[in-house]
Nanobody, 123 residues
């Protein structure tokens, strides 16, 4: 049974930082590209960052480029999203997804999802 478990969300002031984690189990982690998406009520799930199986290729949404950093630890089966210089528009529920094979940005192409971790940004 595949499980993805996000953690690390919380309340942060504008300009602050949070490090999100997503621990995977029940899958061969190195077979999967991993990605972070975010979603607010009434909106579609939005691509944030994606990382290929080795961590050698990483892609970001323009809205977070230069502020967020994705990484993965294959030995720990964990993917991370370091968020810095948070803005009010970064507030959302953040989800990690796993996709067997290549990195994509379409949430509909992902095989597994976690339940999300909430990020709140106060001004």
């Amino acid at each position: 049974q595949v499980q993805l478990a996000e953690s690390g969300g919380g309340l942060m002031q504008v300009g602050g930082s949070l490090k999100l984690s997503c621990a995977a189990s029940g899958l061969t982690f190195t077979d999967y590209a991993m990605a972070w998406f975010r979603q607010t009520p009434g909106k579609e799930r939005e691509f944030v960052a994606a990382i290929n199986w080795s961590g050698g290729s990483i892609y970001y949404a323009d809205s977070v480029k230069g502020r967020f950093t994705a990484s993965r630890d294959n030995a720990q089966k964990t993917v991370y999203l370091e968020t810095t210089r948070l803005k009010p528009e970064d507030a959302a529920t953040y989800y990690c997804g796993a996709r067997k094979g290549l990195v994509v940005r379409d949430p509909g192409e992902f095989d597994y999802w976690g339940r999300g971790t909430q990020v709140t940004v106060s001004s």
